[in-house]
């Protein structure tokens, strides 16, 4: 999460669940519940982003289900 220019705070991403409807808006209203201070203090909304993002082709199969 950025405010101001400013990296704030971060989440990883659990690839298992990244195709789980809602998973990427629960890791942002998670991240804006933790740093609302800050957030009110600025005069801007945060802005997200996803640095880096596990590509299925370094995990075998195995390790995608269990």
Do not use: H
């Not at 298992?16 to 909304?45: A, H, M, Q, T, W």
């Amino acid at each position: 999460m950025i405010v101001e220019n400013i990296c704030v705070d971060a989440a990883p991403i659990n690839f298992v669940k990244l195709n789980s409807p809602g998973y990427i808006d629960n890791l942002k209203s998670e991240l804006e519940e933790n740093n609302r201070d800050i957030i009110d203090l600025s005069r801007e909304k945060p802005q997200f982003c996803i640095d880096t993002l596990p590509s299925a082709m370094n995990f075998n199969k195995r390790k995608l289900y269990e």
